[in-house]
């Protein structure tokens, strides 16, 4: 007997892909926090007291480790301003302030008016501050180009960048919109003033170590 195999049927065709798909555009929702909302978090525990953190329009934003170099010219620093400075005038140092609905920036060192309470009802506010000090290193960059402006927006009205790269110290003041109108840099061998104590001098070179 003859057998005669069937032919096996041919499998159906795959469709190819496309050779070039068509993008898909995909709406992502960026959600910015007011300062009731970041100061929320914090207080569930969500943003602990050592997360290094400031809220910048409405962004939660890491500031970076804290270097010996950094830490140790904020220290010097508060003494400096600590000693000048008036009793009725209090030095707080890299704590939160208050500017508007959505920035809580956390500057290294500032010098502040004195408050009925301390500041523990509320945090101080632009109107609060006397001076605000940035020591800058590796965040010389975010410094200048986005806190001087938020800074300047909000009104402070005189803000120091402790340049440790340049080794000098810029003072800004008038603030204008979003920048300030006059700055000076000040290098070892020349004194600077605080606008609020003009009576106090410091030497640059004390500040710089």
Known sequence: MTIVAEPTPAPASVAEPPTSAVPVQVLLTHHRFTVAEYQRLGEVGIIGEEDRVELIDGEILDM??????????????????????????????????QLGERYQPQPDLMLLREHADRYKSALPTA???????????????????????????????????????????????????????????????????????????LPVTDILL
């Open 64 to 97: 970076g480790d804290i270097g010996r170099s950094h830490a140790a010219h904020v220290a010097w620093l508060t003494t400096l301003i600590a000693r000048k400075s008036e009793e009725t005038m209090i030095v707080s140092v890299q704590n939160p302030l």
């Open 127 to 201: 109107e609060d501050v006397l001076l605000l000090v940035e020591v800058a290193d590796s965040s010389l960059d975010y410094d200048q180009r986005i806190k001087l402006a938020v800074y300047a927006r909000a009104g402070v009205t005189e803000v120091w960048i402790v340049n440790l790269d340049a080794d000098q110290v810029e003072i800004y003041t008038q603030p204008q919109e979003a920048a300030y109108t006059t700055t000076r840099v000040a290098r070892r061998g020349e004194t600077v003033q605080i606008g609020a104590l003009p009576a106090v001098t």
